[in-house]
């Protein structure tokens, strides 16, 4: 389980590095959300799994209660990670609108205008 | 338990809230702000007065216990940086009340304003790590926000690349709370110094690595070698006034987390790996940030590199603490007193730079001039911050690169006091660049462009504070010496977070925490 969680996180961080890497606004904000979503599942990682782990809303349980701290994190950060993808899609789209280009490298370089 | 240590996060959220309903009032949006940001310029000065005499402050949400609720802490250092963010804060709107244009004013300049006050004021006085990544996540917005407010091509096309570098950033700071967490089972500051203390083996090099990966997060926040591509393109974007703020503040926070982690949190054995790495990197911050600042012609340009080599500086007596615990004690002391200059030349100096490019219609040096005929307060003004900047006596410019280079010595690290010393030079020969060109060629105007008696009031009081600071540095040390004493030394740090819990009633907790 361990090895595949990492294989997976591997993949996905791997991914949207690519993206971001892309020449296309969209495609790096995508690569964002791949980058959010990997950085979730390594939380859910980083808090340990076993099948016999109960879920800690039930107290008075005699089992081991699973760690609830990085459930909470990943809750954190999804809403988090959600506003500002938000706010990032608008902007590209906004840079798209004003320069008729979703190509970075086509941006005018940093002047007065 | 003091509640209190809230109110300062809790007065600018509250009055964010108010001034987005008075959106379109500009008159009462201004007065509301700045009685706002008045009031917590005073609350923050209290609150230093008492953490000063009453020693580190705590306070744990919802009655919970240290390391499982979530802590505020004010020690020393966090009530220094808090009076600095609320003084220059109020004295930045004041600025930008007389100077931001009204298209941007209407899109939500004030309330933006307050919100950047909480997310800066939050991360300097949270005692958790994964609260410091969401005070830098609340800072974040708020400043993009800041730097499109108006909305115009080029605002825009600059946020565009400042959230997409700070994107990558956040994602890797919440890897690494994960991090944190997962190999030393909590994210209290307190808890990590305690815990991080008694590891060795291989569980310690696992630690320093992950911190190695936090301090690339901070680095790139604080705008340090080799990350600091981002800043001088999205500085000077931001409207006048405020990117008095932006310089004095932001990049200090990632200076204030690296303070805060690497010295007082992460202790394990070969914790000073880290640290060693950062007195290399300031070297390279302080020199390509001085010969950035060489070739450039714009004065906001100009200013935003020397952000990065001051920022040099800081890390450089952030990476002596790796030494003994004497040079150590020295090296945060001298880092504290460097930050509290820079922060109040730094902010006076954009807003002075904002003041001559209005005289004289444009901050392009090649075609400005004769600022010193035109308005010779504002170029005596500049005068003085200038030369504090690049540390000439009598100013608080000399005194900080003093404490710092006298702890590089004691030290004995030659190389980057040489690196530090040719630095400063070129800081002079920059600055009288700007007063060459600028301030002193003769002019082909006649009159001031613009208005600018008023501006000059906010400009004059960071002056007049960096000059005082030089002439009277002694409370100033003293106060950088005692914050240098608690953070070098976690003990009282401990003491006042991990109060013991009492028996009965003892909060249920889950997974590693319950352990303790």
Known sequence: MEFLMAALIGVMFAAGTYMILRPSLIRIVMGFGLYSNASNLLLIACGGFAPDWESPFISEAAGTLMDPLPPDIILTAIVISFAVSALLLTVAYRVYLDHDSDDPEKLPPDSLA | ?516
């Open chain 2, 1 to 516: 338990m003091n509640p209190h240590l809230i109110l300062p996060l809790l007065i600018p959220f509250s009055t964010a809230i108010l001034l987005a309903f008075l959106n379109g009032f500009p008159r009462l949006e201004r007065a509301l702000n700045l009685a706002s940001t008045a009031g917590l310029t005073a609350l923050s000065f209290w609150l230093l007065g008492e953490v000063d005499r009453g020693g580190i402050q705590a306070m744990v949400a919802g009655g919970w216990f240290a390391p499982w609720g979530i802590a505020f802490v004010a020690d020393r250092l966090a009530c220094i940086m808090l009076c600095l963010s609320s003084s220059v804060g109020a004295l930045a709107l004041a600025y930008a009340c007389f100077s931001v244009e009204p298209r941007q004013e209407r899109s939500f300049f004030h309330p933006l304003f307050q919100l950047l006050l909480l997310g800066v004021n939050w991360a300097f006085l949270t005692g958790d790590l994964f609260n410091l990544f969401v005070a830098y996540e609340v800072m974040l917005v708020a400043s993009y926000g800041m730097m499109m407010v108006g909305a115009s091509k080029r605002q825009v096309r600059q946020t565009l690349k400042y959230i997409a570098i700070n994107s990558v950033g956040s994602t890797v700071f919440v890897v690494c709370c994960g991090l944190v967490y997962a190999t030393l089972g909590t994210l209290n500051m307190a808890d990590i110094a305690l815990r991080s203390a008694q590891l060795d083996g291989e569980r310690a090099a696992l630690v320093t690595a992950v911190s190695m990966l936090l301090m690339v997060v901070f680095a790139l926040k604080a705008a340090a070698f080799p990350v600091f591509f981002w800043l001088p393109d999205s500085y000077p974007i931001v409207p006048a006034g405020l990117n008095g703020y932006f310089a004095g503040l932001l990049t200090k926070v990632g200076v204030y987390s690296l303070l805060r982690m690497f010295v007082l949190c992460f202790r394990q054995p070969g914790a000073e790996l880290v640290l060693q790495v950062l007195l290399v990197l300031s070297g390279f911050t302080m020199l390509f940030g001085v010969l950035g600042a060489l070739c450039q012609w714009e004065i906001r340009k100009i200013l935003s590199w020397h952000i990065i080599s001051q920022v040099g500086y800081m890390v450089m007596g952030i990476g002596l603490a790796a030494a003994g615990a004497d040079v150590a004690f020295a090296a945060v002391a001298a880092t504290i007193f460097y930050v509290v200059h820079h922060i109040v030349v730094k902010a006076s100096l954009f807003l002075i730079g904002g003041i001559a490019g209005r005289v004289a219609g444009t901050q392009e040096l090649r075609a400005m001039g004769g600022v010193i005929d035109l308005a010779p307060g504002v170029a005596g003004l500049f005068l003085v911050a200038g030369f504090s900047l690049a540390g000439m006596p009598p100013f608080s410019g000399f005194f900080a690169k003093l404490v710092l280079i006298r702890a590089g010595l004691a030290d004995g690290q030659l190389a980057i006091v040489l690196v530090s010393l040719v630095t400063s030079l070129l800081t002079l020969f920059s600055m009288a660049k700007i007063w060459a060109y600028g301030f002193w060629r003769a002019s082909s105007l006649s009159a001031p462009l613009a208005r600018h008696r008023a501006l000059m009031a906010p400009a004059a009081v960071l002056v007049a504070f960096t000059v005082a600071m030089g002439l009277v540095a002694e409370p100033v040390l003293r106060l950088a010496n005692d914050a240098a004493r608690d953070v070098v030394d976690p003990s009282a740090y401990q003491a006042a977070v991990l109060v013991p819990v009492p028996a009965p009633g003892q909060p249920h907790a889950a997974g590693e925490g319950s352990a303790r």
